[in-house]
């Protein structure tokens, strides 16, 4: 399906462009960010009931984190020595 929008080129859907690529790139990194900030026992929820409360609240943190900084967002490396 293609989308084309005259009035702004950079949501021209046509098979995606570099803008789009980043900012689903940066949501990524948001929702990573912050899924290994919490602790393990609400990593489980988001995990098994993922269109859950928790889930919920996750996606839309990494939302606002990844739609209110021009910097690039890093991604901690996965360990959790906090949420333990």
Not at 7 to 29: D, L, R
């Amino acid at each position: 399906m293609r989308f084309l929008v005259d009035e702004n080129p950079k949501i021209t859907i046509k098979g995606g462009n570099m803008k789009q690529q980043s900012m689903a790139q940066k949501y990524e990194a948001a929702w990573h960010k912050l899924f290994y900030t919490l602790p393990r026992w609400e990593q489980r929820c988001v995990i098994e009931e993922h269109d859950g409360r928790h889930a919920s609240e996750l996606a839309h943190q990494a939302a606002c984190l990844a739609e209110t900084t021009d910097e690039p967002i890093l991604a901690p490396s996965g360990n959790n020595p906090e949420g333990e």
